[in-house]
C-alpha cells in the first residue's frame, strides 16, 4: 500500500515524522527572507476579546460569506468554531513538532467508536476560555448558550465504548501524553431515535449536514485498501525466498479526517484521525455514455457505504460482510499511517515497539494484529518469528465483556472470501500457538479445541477474542470485579498458558472536564468556591476536601439549589421532547443507558408497574401520606435487530401513556422516556438525578461509566454488586448507595435452578405480569415474549430472583430521600469520593503498566 503523494513543498514544510536532522537540514534550506516574511505574517493567537471578535467576523464575511445582517446562530456558531480551532491547529502543530523532535513513543488508541459529542464547550473549557467567548459572543449581539446548542452531536458511537475512547482521548491530552486516536467518520453516524406509537424508530443522523468546523480534511492522505482477490506464492527477487502476494479484488481510499483534541491547563493537542471511504473511480463514464445509469456510479455507492453507518444491522450475511469491511479498512489504513509515520525515523524494526503502542479498544480493531504482521512479514520481508515478536510486544487488548456471548466472532466462509491473505496469517498464527501450547500441555485436546483461534463449529468460526489475547502483551478488564471474573471464566484457559501476570485491571474513568464542569456549571462553581479554584478538575482526588463541608448549613442549601435548577432544566427538555410535564421537586429516579436485557430496563419498568398498582389500591385519602411523588426516567437506544430490546422501549412507552393520564395518580408517579439519548442529553439528566439505576445482572456489566457521571453530578445509585458498582461502593462507603440483588458467584447455580424449573416467580412479579396479561397497558401479545423468557425460558437475567430486593431497595430509597438534610450529606459525600474515577487517573495506569510512555512535560 502507499500513501498518494502530497506536492512535494508541502513536504518540505511538514516537520511531523522527520528526524532531528532532517529538520534541521530542511530548517536550513528555507532562505533568510522567507524566514523574515514568515515570522511577520505568522498567525497569531487571540488573547482579547477585541482580537477574537476580529477572527469571529473574519471567518464570517470571508469563510461564510456572510454579513453582518445575514449572520444567524448557525453562521456565528460556525465562526466561532473556526477561529478556535485556528487556535488549536498551532498548538496542534507545535505538539506534533516537539513530540517528533524528541522522538518520543506514542500511544495509538484504535476504537470503532469514539462519542465525542459536542466539541465548542469542550474546547473553550480546556482553553479555559468560555468567559472570553461569551463576552466577544454577546457583544456581537448572540447569546453563548444558544450557539453551544446549535452544534449537532458527533453520533461516532453506540454507548459506553465510545464514551469512554472520548474520555481516553481527553485525558492523554491533559496529561501531557502524546497519543492518537484512529477511528472512522460515519456519515451518519448512530441512527436518530423516533418514537412513533412507542415503538423506536431508527431515521438518519445527519450530523454533517452543515459539514463540521472541528474537522481538518487531509485530501492530500489517501490510502488504499484492499479488498477480495487472491493469493499467488511468487519468487522474491532480492533474496530469491517465496513469498505471498495478495491481489486484491476491489479498492477503496482510506481518506483522513484530522480533529484536534486539547488538554485542560495545557498547551497539548492530540490528535484523532478519521477515516472516511472514497472510490479510486467515482463515476464510470463509459457505463453512464452506455445508459447504465445506476452502475455509472456503483463503485462510488459500494465504497462510501463502508463508512455510512455505524455498526450495519449484521442479521444478514451483507450485513455482516460490510461491518467486517468497516473493521479491516479502518485498521488497515491506521497502520499503514502509524507503519509510515515509523519509517520516516529510519529506525531498525527492532525499535518499532519502543516508538510505538497501539491498543485495542475491545475485539474490533484486532485485524490490526493480522495486519501489522502480513505488513511485517509479506511488505517488508522480515522473518515470521521476529516479525510476531514485535506484534506482541506493540499491542495491548481491553476486554470489555464477561459474557462469552458477546465475544465477537466472524464466519470463516467470510474471511476466505473478503480477505483471504489474513485468513491464511490467522491459521498460521494459530498453528504455532497450538503447537506451543501443546507442548506445554500435551494431553489436554479439549484445551487446544477452547483456546483455538478457529472454532472448529459448523459453519467454522473465527474466534477474535482469542486472537486480541495471543497478538497482545498484556489484557487488561475494566473493573477489578469484571478483571477477576474474565480471569476465572472466559479466559480461564489463556491464564493456565501465559500466567497471571500478562492480565491486569484498569478500572473506567470519565472526564471531569465535561461531565462536572461542562454538564454541571453550577456545581463546578460551587465546588471551585470551596477548594480554591478549579485545579480539582485535572486533580479529582482534591474532592475529598468538600467533606469539611459537610456540616456548612449555607454550603448545603446552595448544594440543593445547584440540584433543583437542574431538575428544572431537565423537566424544560422533558416537556420540549415528549410533552410530559414533571414536577422537579420529585423525586427523580433515571436509567439512562443502552437498551439491553442484561442491563435490566425491563425489570425498572416491571418496578413501576408495581409501584402504579400499589397507588391504585391504596385508598385515595392516604396516597398523599404513603406513597413518595416520583418521576421515573428511562432513555436508551436499542440495536436495529435486538428485538427484545425494542420491546422494552414499547412497553416504557405504554407504561407512560396509561400512568401519566391517570387522573388519580397525579403528580405521584410519572413515566417519561427520553428519545434519541446521546452525550448533550446526558450533559442535561445526569446532573438532575436524585437516584439513577444501575441494575445489570451481576457479573455482566464489565464497569460502566454513566454510573460515574451520576455519582460526581451528586446522584446516588441503586445497583446491583456488578462492574464499577463494586468500587464505587468502596470509595463512597455503603451507607451512601443502595445495593440489592444476587451476587456473581451465585449466577450459574440460579440460572441451573431456574433450567430444572426449581424457582418461582415471586407474587409481587406476577402482579406485574398479570397486569399485563388483562391488557392495561395495550395487547399482551405486544410484552409476552419479556414475560415469557422470564417465566418459561430460564430468566436468564435473574429478574424474578433479584426483583423482591430491587423493590426492598426502592422502599429504602423512598425512605430516606424524606430526609433532605442527610440526603444531601449523602450527596456531597459520593462527590468528594469520586477522585478514584477520573480519566486521568486510568491514562496514568494505562501508561505505567501497558503503554510504557511517558508525558512531554515540556509546555509547548
Known sequence: ??????????????????????????????????????????????TTVDELQEKIIDHVETTFARSMYNCDDLAAYQALSYSIKDKLILHWNKTQQLHTLKEVKRIYYLSLE????????????????????????DELGFNLEDIITTEPDAGLGNGGLGRLAAC???????GNYPGWGYGLRYNYGIFSQKIVDGYQVETPDYWLKFGNPWEIPRYEIQIPVDFYGYVSTVKDEKTGNLVKQWQGGERVLAVAFDFPVPGYDTTNVNNLRLWSAKPTNEFDFEKFNEGDYSNSVSQQQRAESI??????????????????????????ASLHDIVRRFLKTKKPWSEFSDLIAIQLNDTHPTMAVVELQRI????????????????TKTFGYTNHTVMAEALEKWPLELFANLLPRHLEIIYEINLRFLQFVEKKFPNDRDLLSRVSVVEESSPKNIRMANLAIIGSHRVNGVAELHSELIKTTIFKDFVKIYGIEKFTNVTNGITPRRWLKQANPQLSELIASKLGGYEYLSKLNKLKELENYLDDAEFKKSWLEVKFNNKKKLAALIKTLTGIEVNPNNLFDIQVKRIHEYKRQQMNIFGVIWRYLQIKATPAADRANTWLPKVCIIGGKAAPGYYAAKKIIKLVNAVSTIVNSDPEIGDLLKVVFIPDYNVS??????????????????GTEASGTSN??????????????????????????????????????????????HQMGRIAIPDSLNSVFESLESGLFGPYDEYKSLVDNIKYHGDHYLVSDDFESYLEAQKT??????DRENWVKKSIICVANMGFFSSDRCIDEYAENIWNIEPVSERV
Open 813 to 818: 430509597i423512598d425512605l430516606e430521600f424524606v
Open 376 to 391: 511485517l512479514v509479506d511488505l517488508e520481508g522480515l522473518d515470521w518469528s521476529v516479525a510476531w515478536d514485535i506484534v
Open 681 to 698: 442529553k446526558a450533559e442535561i439528566i445526569c446532573p438532575a438525578s436524585d437516584i439513577s439505576e444501575h441494575i445489570s445482572t451481576a
Open 708 to 753: 460515574m457521571k451520576f455519582v460526581l453530578n451528586g446522584g446516588l445509585i441503586i445497583g446491583t454488586v456488578d462492574g464499577a458498582n463494586v468500587e464505587i461502593t468502596r470509595e463512597v462507603g455503603e451507607d451512601n448507595i443502595f445495593l440489592f440483588g444476587n451476587l456473581a458467584e451465585d449466577v450459574e447455580e440460579l440460572r441451573h435452578e
Open 114 to 137: 469514539f462519542l465525542m459529542g459536542r466539541a465548542l464547550d469542550n474546547a473553550m473549557i480546556n482553553l479555559e476560555i468560555k468567559d472570553l467567548c461569551n463576552k466577544s459572543i
Open 307 to 332: 463508512t455510512s453507518v455505524l455498526y450495519p444491522n449484521d442479521n444478514f450475511y451483507a450485513g455482516k460482510e460490510l461491518r467486517l469491511k468497516q473493521q479491516y479498512f479502518w485498521v488497515a
Open 168 to 174: 481516553f482521548i481527553d485525558s492523554m491530552s491533559t
Open 1 to 46: 500500500m502507499s500513501e498518494t503523494a502530497a506536492p512535494k513543498r508541502l513536504h518540505k514544510r511538514s516537520l511531523t515524522g522527520l528526524t532531528p536532522t532532517e529538520i534541521k537540514a530542511i530548517d536550513n534550506s528555507i532562505p533568510i527572507k522567507a524566514r523574515e516574511i514568515w515570522a511577520k505574517y505568522s498567525v497569531k493567537e487571540f
